[in-house]
Each structure stands twice: as structure tokens, then as C-alpha cells.
């Protein structure tokens, strides 16, 4: 890796949640790297491609990036409130969907599984009558 993608990497490491392209370069830009947004985008492609940086798409459709705590195949569960990142096994997920898969004639079935709750920390933080990771309506 080059200086530059080391430096992009590490910074992901830090932030420990998915965070944006976009996120993830003001966050460099603050702590004094000259990186450009272009060159983190083609970083991420790089390390999303070696397996070193999970991808999402988020609600809002863009891309976000964690680095990966781990080769071996797995999903994530996320807190909507805070972001924590847990990564879950993912052979249960695998072996269900090459089940539907060969149930319906597909092979190769790749599954993607993203679990969305609160953690017990937010959850701790929600007024009663709360549930967390919601915003009361107006």
C-alpha cells in the first residue's frame, strides 16, 4: 500500500463505525492529511476489492465504508442510533439463502445481511415512552 492508503485506511480503523467517502475525508482533512476526495474514493475501491473494507449502501443510497475486522465471511448488525458496528458469523445467513437460492434455480447466491437495532447503550439513553433510534413527531 501506498503512504497515502495507509494513511486512508488507518483513519477508517479509527473511526470504528461505516462512515461516508465523504466522512471519511473531512476527517483526514482535519487531521492535517492532503488527501484529495478522488483519491480516497479509489482507496476504498481498492481495499473494498482486497477485502480489508466492508461496503454499504446507506438509506440515503450513497456508499459507507468500515474497515473489516475479519477475512471470514460475515454481516453486519448496526445501532441506528449511534452506528456501533457488530459483525455477525455469516455462515447461518450463507447456508439459508444457497437454500432458496437451489429452491428457486439459482446458484451462487451471495448474500448480504444487514441487521439494524439499537444497542443496549442507546437504549439506556431513551426517555421512557422512547423507543431509541427514533426521533419523537412534531
Given amino acids: 500500500m501506498t503512504v497515502q492508503q495507509e494513511t ?39 481495499l473494498v476489492e482486497a477485502g480489508a473494507v466492508d461496503v454499504l449502501r446507506a438509506r440515503d443510497r ?38 432458496a437460492g437451489a429452491e428457486h434455480g439459482f446458484t451462487q447466491v451471495t448474500p448480504i445481511g444487514e441487521f439494524f437495532g439499537t444497542c443496549a447503550d442507546c437504549a439506556a439513553l431513551a426517555p421512557p415512552g422512547l423507543s431509541a433510534g427514533r426521533r419523537p413527531r412534531r
Avoid at 18 to 38: E, N, P, W
Wanted: charged residues 20%; positive net charge.
Fill in 8 to 46: 486512508i485506511w488507518h483513519e477508517l480503523a479509527e473511526a470504528g463505525i461505516f462512515v461516508s467517502a465523504q466522512d471519511l475525508h473531512a476527517r483526514l482533512r482535519s487531521a492535517g492529511h492532503r488527501i484529495g476526495l478522488a483519491t480516497v474514493y479509489r482507496t476504498l475501491h481498492v
Fill in 62 to 99: 450513497h456508499s459507507i465504508y468500515r474497515a473489516c475486522g475479519g477475512r471470514e465471511p460475515h454481516h453486519h448488525l448496526l445501532c441506528r442510533s449511534c452506528g456501533r458496528t457488530v459483525e455477525v458469523p455469516g455462515r447461518v445467513l450463507d447456508e439459508w439463502a444457497a437454500g
